[in-house]
């Protein structure tokens, strides 16, 4: 239900903005996919029953990949309705958007808190939605039409340093989580192996490396395409310096 309503939502937005163009459609479809999977498939069943590894990779796909593709689905227009939502604006300058965004990934991994996701389906709803929440609220200051509308709009030097401080709270969850020589949380200390020789221990480690390199993947493809964006543009300018009378 919640898939469908944030379509419909897209939807009613692209209608009054009139300025979407087929990519930004393609994008949004691609997020709401991501979310799909993330949710609606065995993925879902296997992170909430089974195994912490496929838990962390859901965490990936609704924190790191459906939400930049969400973003590149709007418009320049559709963006800038939604920073007239009240505190909107406010949450997706850089600075409070990278707090906002480590609270949500650091908070939800303490063990007391994770344990309580899995035995709680509400407070698990509750924290999908922030980590969606939190992703959208991360990349926001990174996206070129979305970025346009902030009241600080970083260089493309410094928005490559943002996705850098970015890892950080990712980093510091997986290393506890690779590390670790017991396991961190009590409810994956308990539930059936679907695999014999992954042990408790051993699903966690593959969580932590879950975590650091699909994360720090889907970073990596961001800035390769501002780098790459950057790089065009001083070329381009280079060469205009260079024929110009």
């Known amino acids: 239900m919640g898939l469908i309503a944030l379509a419909l939502a897209y939807t009613l937005l692209m209608r009054a903005s009139e300025d979407a163009a087929p990519k930004h459609r393609v994008f949004f479809v691609s997020g709401l996919v991501v979310l799909w999977v993330a949710l609606e498939t065995p ?20 924190g790191f990949v459906g939400p930049p593709l969400l973003l590149l689905g709007l418009s320049p227009r559709m963006a800038g309705r939604l920073m007239r939502v009240p505190l909107f604006r406010a949450i997706t300058e ?10 949500v990934m650091i908070l939800w991994h303490i063990p007391a808190l994770y344990d309580a996701t899995l035995r ?31 009241r600080w709009e970083m260089s493309p030097g410094v928005r ?8 950080i709270p990712q980093d510091g969850v997986a290393l506890v989580l690779l590390f670790s020589r017991e396991p961190f949380y009590d409810f994956y200390a308990h539930v059936p192996r679907l695999v014999s020789t992954i042990t408790p221990v051993i699903d966690q480690t593959l969580a932590g490396a879950v975590l650091m390199v699909l994360g720090k993947a889907t970073m990596l493809v961001s800035g390769l395409a501002i780098f790459f964006r950057w790089f065009g543009g001083e070329h381009r300018t280079d060469q205009a310096g260079l024929v110009a009378p």
Not at 43 to 62: A, G, N
Not at 137 to 142: A, G, H, K, T
Not at 160 to 167: D, F, G, I, M, P
């Open 120 to 150: 709680s389906e509400e407070l698990h709803i509750v924290e999908h939605i922030t980590f969606i929440a939190g992703g959208v609220v991360l990349y926001w200051p990174v996206l070129k039409d979305t970025s346009a509308h902030a």
């Open 43 to 62: 993925i879902d069943t296997m992170s909430d029953r089974y195994l912490d590894s496929v838990h962390m990779l859901q965490h990936v796909l609704l």
């Open 160 to 167: 490559l340093l943002y996705l850098l401080v970015a890892t």
């Open 94 to 103: 850089p600075v409070p958007a990278q707090v906002i965004a480590g609270a």
